[in-house]
């Protein structure tokens, strides 16, 4: 087949064809027809060819593939065991049992499941009871509450049994918000019973509203026969009242009423909390308590920081045989739940995860955004899981395009995003002209 030049064309199509013997105009129509339509097809041609040209050039781009390289499944840490220190032998009818804020796991010694008399303790209950009646926040002084006979009658015989008592005196007046800071700090047992038949009318109705509200905790063992904890049938185990903690620390005003070391109010004057480990190596609140029955108790919490990272402990310990054995049990069973944690870094800024692969052929690598750390407690195991997102546009450099998160939920609850560390190269037109499935693949979201 012969090859012509447009020129050529255009000659060949004025030449008559052989045995013809046109007329003059006829000879003219036809050779204008030969010429005509080449061209007319060559135009349409480079109008195509223009046409296609401009749209290869603003097409959109077929998606990246995203894909995870790290072995994740090495990413993992696992905190120390706790070796808790409990009372001492020369406590032996003691017991303990101690938790994290955020952690429903209690650890506890022998005899933690057991309810024994739990003294002055009872008046968290009691605190928790009135507060769920008359809520209070903190800094607020609450309703004014007038001294009766009835709590005349409290203070005389609650001296004879040889309780702890703050001044009253018939007609004078304390708010509410007083009341329990001179029931909290220094343990006054009037101060209890005046708060309870307050709030719910008489010291029988209190006892049945406080019944309801531990059934409705579930703290089984925990049983009210008074509101401040003379009584030895006021009892609990030491692993209900670790939880009986965690409660009196999510109630905003009991948690900054019980950490005060003094305060002053207008009948008693200053008052020094009885808990005398507050304000030192990070203790704060919760209760002490003394009887015969009980021993020497004490309710604690106590803040830990790890690289800016804060949680507490609370623990109790029940039944020991002096001020200092309940407080030298309480500082060693907090620090041996000090070593029980770990803060490992599981993943570091910029740590390769992957990559991102344009069709085009840029490979740009896909890091972590952020360190990533853990903290654990208690032989808890953590491990860090890469997912990546849906994606189905070019990202720039620094774009998210997918997430690293520690499972399961450690004491506190970290992720990172991965994100890609370079910028992708937008491909030229000459391989947009030379890649019309994927760009028409692109173009459908086929």
């Not at 994740?72 to 696992?78: I, Q």
């Amino acid at each position: 087949m012969t090859d012509y030049t447009f020129d050529e064309l255009v000659r060949d199509a004025a030449q008559p064809e052989p045995g013809d013997q046109p007329s003059s105009g006829q000879s003219h129509t036809r050779r204008k027809r030969r010429w005509v339509a080449p061209i007319v097809t060559i135009a349409t041609l480079t109008v195509l060819a223009g046409s296609y040209v401009g749209a290869a050039a603003a097409a959109p781009l077929p998606a990246p593939l995203l894909t995870l390289t790290a072995n994740t499944t090495a990413l993992t840490a696992t905190a120390p065991t706790l070796v808790p220190v409990w009372p001492t032998t020369d406590s032996p009818d003691s017991t303990g049992a101690v938790s994290l804020i955020g952690n429903d796991l209690v650890v506890s010694a022998e005899g933690a499941d057991t309810a024994r008399p739990m003294a002055s303790l009872s008046k968290v209950v009691t605190a928790l009871v009135v507060l769920k009646q008359y809520p209070l926040a903190v800094g607020e002084m609450g309703p004014t509450i007038t001294f009766t006979s009835a709590d005349m009658a409290s203070y005389n015989s609650l001296t004879a049994r040889g309780g702890v008592v703050l001044p009253v005196a018939v007609g004078q007046s304390l708010t509410q918000r007083e009341l329990m800071t001179g029931m909290m700090l220094n343990s006054a047992n009037n101060y209890a019973e005046t708060l309870a038949r307050w709030a719910f009318g008489s010291l029988d109705q209190f006892l049945a509203a406080a019944s309801t509200w531990l059934a409705e905790q579930e703290l089984n063992s925990i049983s009210m026969a008074d509101p401040h904890g003379m009584s030895p049938l006021n009892v609990a185990s030491a692993n209900d009242l670790v939880r009986l903690g965690k409660l009196s620390l999510e109630n905003p005003f009991l948690s900054a009423t019980v950490s005060m070391s003094t305060a002053t109010i207008p009948i008693g004057g200053e008052l020094a909390n009885t808990n005398v480990l507050l304000g030192s190596d990070g203790f704060r609140g919760i209760k002490t308590g003394t009887t015969s029955a009980a021993g020497y108790c004490v309710m604690f919490a106590r803040d830990l920081t790890f690289n800016g990272v804060t949680t507490t402990s609370v623990g109790v310990i029940l039944g020991a045989d002096s001020h200092y054995l309940r407080n030298s049990s309480a500082v060693d069973l907090a620090h041996s739940v000090e070593r029980a944690f770990s803060q490992p870094t599981l993943v570091s800024e910029g740590d390769e995860f992957g990559h991102l692969t344009t069709a085009w052929g840029d490979k740009i690598t896909i890091t972590a955004a952020d360190s990533l750390g853990a903290l654990l407690w208690n032989g808890a195991t953590v491990s860090a899981e890469a997912s990546l997102t849906s994606y189905t546009a070019v990202p720039p450099k620094g774009d998210v395009v997918g997430k690293v998160q520690l499972r399961p939920d450690p004491v506190t609850q970290e992720s990172t995003n991965l994100v890609t560390a370079g910028d992708v190269t937008e491909p030229g037109l000459v391989w947009r002209l030379t890649h019309p499935a994927e760009l028409w693949t692109a173009f459908t979201g086929g």
